[in-house]
């Protein structure tokens, strides 16, 4: 099982980025899939999710401004992430999970400078 992150970069604040995560090894229509980040001396922290018949979630801190969005069909997650502050900045992690079972993909750096 392999969970491929892509798309992380410098923006400026007020900037887009996208970021897209390739999961390959199985099926993962079961799984929730979705992105986690950690910032510098912080906890990861659960960014956004997608579950199949559910709503997406989003944290607090970013609804409004990103939008998950998942093709079951390629198993890829994809997190398009506007209006970035630099509070924003933090290593992005891919993550799908079907109770017990966690995978992670490595992370991508987003740095969002004011």
């Known amino acids: 099982v392999q969970l491929q992150a892509s798309g992380g970069g410098l923006v400026q604040a007020g900037g887009s980025l996208r970021l897209s995560c390739a999961a390959s090894?199985?099926?993962?229509?079961?799984?929730?899939m979705g992105w986690y980040r950690q910032a510098p001396g912080k906890e990861r922290e659960l960014v956004a999710s997608l579950t199949s018949g559910r709503p997406p979630y989003y944290a607090d801190s970013v609804k409004g401004r990103f939008t998950i969005s998942r093709d079951y069909s390629k198993s890829t997650v994809t997190l398009q992430m506007n209006s970035l502050k630099p509070e924003d900045t933090a290593v992005y992690y891919c993550n799908a999970n079907f109770r017990v079972i966690v995978h992670w993909g490595q992370g991508t750096q987003v740095t969002v400078s004011s």
């Open positions: 090894g199985r099926t993962f229509s079961s799984y929730s």
